[in-house]
C-alpha cells in the first residue's frame, strides 16, 4: 500500500514569510495528491490537489509542486497570516493515505 | 445541503459497550469512508464503501464494523469499545475513488469525539 511521510511536523513563521511543507510518497501508481487544511476542532477541508499530469498548481497564495520521479510534492504558502495558522496534511493514492501533518504557527 | 453529518457529536463509552455512529451525506457521493484521528497524528482509514451495501476494509478495520444499507448513510459500529478507540472519528465521502476523476474531492463530516474509559 502506499505510504505517505510528511515535514516537517510542526513549523513557525513571522506574519509575511513563506512556509513550505513537504511530502514523499511510495506508490509509483499514485496521480492524486491534495492537501487539507484543519483548524481547532473544526474538519479537514482541501485547500488545494494536483494531479500527475501537472507539474505545479497556484491559487492565490497557495501553490503545490509534485516531482513524480522523486515521488514527493510540496505546499508553499506566500505572504502568510495570522488565519493560515493550522494543521496542514497531504494525502496520495487512490484511498487517499495521509501524512502526518504539519503544525503552522504564524506569529504576528 | 447539509453536505456530510455526523451522530453523535461527542459520547464517552465504558470498556466493553457497544455503540454506532452514524454519518450521512446529501450529495449523492457513490464513496464513503471512515477514518479515525489520533492526537498529533494524521487520518487513518478504517473501513470504506464504493456503494450502497458494500464494504471494504481500510488501514485499521481491527475492532471496528461497518454497514452500508443506503447509499446515504454509512454506519460505523464498535462491537466492543476499548481504550485504545479514543479517538475523533471522521467521514467523509466522495464522487470517485480512481483519480483523475472529474470530482475526487473527500468532503468530511464534522467528527465525532469519542471516550472510553
Known amino acids: 500500500g502506499e505510504n505517505v511521510e510528511q515535514h516537517p511536523s510542526t513549523l513557525s513563521v513571522q506574519e509575511g514569510d513563506s512556509a513550505v511543507i513537504k511530502c514523499t510518497y511510495s506508490?509509483?501508481?499514485?496521480?492524486?495528491f491534495p492537501w487539507y487544511k484543519q483548524e481547532l476542532g473544526k474538519r479537514p477541508q482541501l485547500i488545494i490537489d494536483?494531479?500527475?499530469?501537472?507539474g505545479e498548481k497556484k491559487d492565490q497564495r497557495i501553490a503545490v509542486t509534485l516531482n513524480k520521479t522523486a515521488k514527493h510534492f510540496s505546499l508553499h504558502i506566500t505572504e502568510t497570516q495570522p488565519e493560515d495558522s493550522a494543521v496542514y496534511f497531504c494525502?496520495?493514492?487512490?484511498?487517499?493515505?495521509f501524512g502526518g501533518g504539519t503544525r503552522v504557527l504564524v506569529k504576528p | 445541503n447539509a453536505g456530510v453529518t455526523q451522530t453523535p457529536k461527542f459520547r464517552v463509552l465504558k470498556t466493553g459497550q457497544s455503540m454506532t455512529l452514524l454519518c450521512a451525506q446529501d450529495?449523492?457521493?457513490?464513496?464513503m469512508y471512515w477514518y479515525r484521528q489520533d492526537p498529533g497524528m494524521g487520518l487513518r482509514l478504517i473501513h470504506y464503501?464504493?456503494?450502497?451495501?458494500?464494504?471494504a476494509k481500510g488501514e485499521v478495520p481491527d475492532g471496528y464494523n461497518v454497514s452500508r444499507l443506503k447509499k446515504q448513510n454509512f454506519l460505523l459500529g464498535l462491537e466492543s469499545a476499548a481504550p485504545s478507540q479514543t479517538s475523533v472519528y471522521f467521514c467523509?465521502?466522495?464522487?470517485?475513488?480512481?483519480?483523475?476523476?472529474?470530482?475526487?474531492?473527500?468532503?468530511f463530516g464534522p467528527g465525532t469525539r469519542l471516550t472510553v474509559t
Open positions: 467523509a465521502s466522495s464522487y470517485s475513488i480512481d483519480p483523475p476523476g472529474p470530482a475526487y474531492e473527500q468532503y
Open positions: 506508490d509509483s501508481a499514485s496521480n492524486y
Open positions: 494536483i494531479r500527475s499530469n501537472v
Open positions: 494525502a496520495a493514492g487512490n484511498k487517499l493515505t
Open positions: 450529495m449523492n457521493h457513490e464513496y
Open positions: 464503501s464504493v456503494g450502497e451495501g458494500t464494504t
